[in-house]
């Protein structure tokens, strides 16, 4: 199916005031880039999408150093954009991957009714996947002690991407510019403490998640977090429809690894149908 077959925009416009928004929560410490190819796709479709950029959670080229603030802020300046949509759109859709997905799942349970609809890609609620190194038991030691100090997270091959192409030029962008579209080539201390927070807070209320639609897309091979999250999340949520898609070649960055397309697809198919409230 082609993107032109989902739905026409004016279709869309013949069910208003059903108009829908897009929220969209690229992964921590990074930027929209992540998700530019479902944002056009989006767009295209006839939805009001916003990209976040949230202080303290994403990447900001100004800084020389990264600051990390409490998770908490970061659900609430998500939380000021669903109630700024939902005066103007009858349907708010979070689009989240990654920490993203994790965000999106918070705002869902701190919001309530007000969001509509999930789409998560890559949820990492337990890290076990194929390339996790074994000492990550440790990680509280670096986030929660004074060792933490001394300690950074860097990105290393193969940096969430299956098809070597995209992997090398990610590695071309790491080089020159601290940020590529698979996140910043180091995350500091107190981004991984936020969000392991954060973290603990969706698994602990995953059944206040309520919202009537969820779609979850991820990769079989994801190296970071094992297919296995998907049933974490179809068992803990309190959604009314849940649907999930396991992707085939692809790892943890499916928005630019070989299924891209398919994830634009399985994303517009779902917008379409929640929009005209036919999901």
């Known amino acids: 199916m082609n993107h032109g077959d989902i739905v026409d925009a004016s279709v869309l416009r013949q069910g208003e005031p059903r108009r829908m928004a897009a929220i969209l929560l690229h992964g921590l410490c990074s930027t929209p880039d992540e998700l530019r190819s479902v944002e056009t796709s989006l767009g295209d479709l006839g939805c009001t999408v916003r990209p976040m950029r949230i202080a303290g959670y994403s990447f900001d080229p100004a800084l020389d150093v990264q600051r990390a603030t409490p998770c908490m802020s970061w659900i609430d300046a998500i939380e000021r954009e669903i109630d700024t949509l939902r005066a103007t759109h009858d349907r708010v859709?979070?689009?989240?991957?990654?920490?993203?997905?994790?965000?999106?799942?918070?705002?869902?349970?701190?919001?309530?009714a007000r969001v509509d609809a999930l789409v998560l890609m890559s949820t990492t609620l337990r890290f076990d996947g194929w390339a996790v190194p074994r000492w990550r038991f440790l990680l509280p030691l670096a986030l929660y002690t004074p060792i933490g100090r001394f300690w950074k997270y860097r990105e290393r091959a193969p940096y969430g991407v299956k098809n070597e192409r995209v992997r090398a030029w990610i590695e071309r962008e790491l080089r020159t510019r601290r940020i590529s579209s698979a996140g910043s080539s180091v995350?500091?201390?107190?981004?991984?403490?936020?969000?392991?927070?954060?973290?603990?807070?969706?698994?602990?209320?995953?059944?206040?998640?309520?919202?009537?639609?969820?779609?979850?897309?991820?990769?079989?091979?994801?190296?970071?977090?094992?297919?296995?999250?998907?049933?974490?999340?179809?068992?803990?949520?309190?959604?009314?429809?849940?649907?999930?898609?396991?992707?085939?070649?692809?790892f943890h960055m499916i928005t630019i690894d070989n299924d891209r397309r398919q994830v634009v697809r399985e994303t517009l198919d779902f917008a379409s149908t929640v929009s005209l409230g036919i999901a």
């Open 187 to 250: 995350i500091d201390v107190g981004h991984l403490r936020e969000h392991d927070r954060l973290l603990r807070h969706v698994r602990a209320n995953l059944p206040r998640v309520v919202c009537p639609h969820v779609l979850a897309l991820h990769a079989r091979q994801d190296e970071v977090a094992g297919v296995g999250n998907l049933g974490i999340l179809a068992r803990g949520l309190g959604c009314a429809v849940f649907r999930s898609v396991v992707l085939g070649n692809s």
């Open 93 to 112: 859709m979070l689009v989240g991957i990654s920490a993203g997905a994790s965000l999106a799942l918070a705002a869902a349970i701190r919001c309530g």
